[in-house]
C-alpha cells in the first residue's frame, strides 16, 4: 500500500472512531422528534461511493461492527448489512452512476430505509413486542429521516478526501 492509500484510510478509519464515539455519548446525540442518528450509517455509504469494492466492504464491516456494538442488538446485524449496502453502493457508482450529491441522496433514500427497516422488522415485528408500530412512528421514522439528513456532510467532507488523495497520487 502506498502513502497516499494509507493517509486515506487512516482517514477514513478516523471518521469511523470519531462518529462512533459521537453517537455513544449520552450528552452529544440530539434527538430530534424521538429519533438520534445512525451516524456511521451515511458514513459507510459516502465512503463507498468513493472506493472499490473490498475497501468498501472493509469499511462498511468495520462500521457495522461499531454500530452492534454501540447499539443494543444482536451483534453482526448491522455488520452484514452495512457490508452489502457498501459493496451495492461501490457498485453502482463505480459503473452505472456518475457521482453526484443528488445520487447519492437518491441511493441513501432508498437504501438506508432498507436498512433501519430491516432492524425493526427482525428485532421488534419478529420478536413480538407490543405497539410496534407507534415505535415505529415514533423513533424509527425520525431515525431514517434524520440519518438521512446527515449524507451532505458526510459526502462532502468524503468527496474532500478522496480528491485531495486521488490528487496527490
Known amino acids: 500500500m502506498n ?3 494509507f493517509i ?3 482517514a477514513f478509519s478516523l471518521e469511523l472512531v470519531l462518529c462512533f464515539v459521537l ?3 449520552p450528552g452529544f446525540r440530539l434527538e430530534v422528534f424521538g429519533g438520534t442518528p445512525v451516524l456511521l450509517l451515511p458514513l459507510v455509504m459516502t465512503i463507498a461511493v468513493y472506493e472499490r469494492e473490498i475497501p468498501a466492504i472493509v469499511f462498511g464491516v468495520a462500521g457495522g461492527l461499531l454500530a452492534d456494538g454501540g447499539y443494543s442488538g444482536p451483534m453482526g446485524y448491522y455488520a452484514i448489512t452495512m457490508a452489502i449496502l457498501c459493496y451495492v ?3 453502482l457508482m463505480e459503473q452505472y452512476i456518475r457521482t453526484s450529491l443528488l445520487t447519492v441522496m437518491l441511493v441513501g433514500t432508498v437504501s438506508l430505509p432498507l436498512v433501519m427497516f430491516g ?6 415485528v419478529a420478536m413480538g413486542y407490543g405497539n410496534v408500530w407507534e415505535y415505529f412512528f415514533a423513533h424509527i421514522l425520525s431515525r431514517i429521516v434524520y440519518t438521512w439528513a446527515m449524507i451532505p456532510l458526510f459526502y462532502a467532507l468524503n468527496r474532500f478526501i478522496a ?4 490528487q496527490d497520487s
Do not use: G, M, N, P
Open 3 to 5: 502513502r497516499i492509500h
Open 8 to 10: 486515506k484510510y487512516t
Open 23 to 25: 453517537q455513544s455519548l
Open 89 to 91: 453502493v461501490s457498485i
Open 119 to 124: 432492524q425493526f422488522v427482525f428485532f421488534y
Open 163 to 166: 480528491v485531495k488523495t486521488q
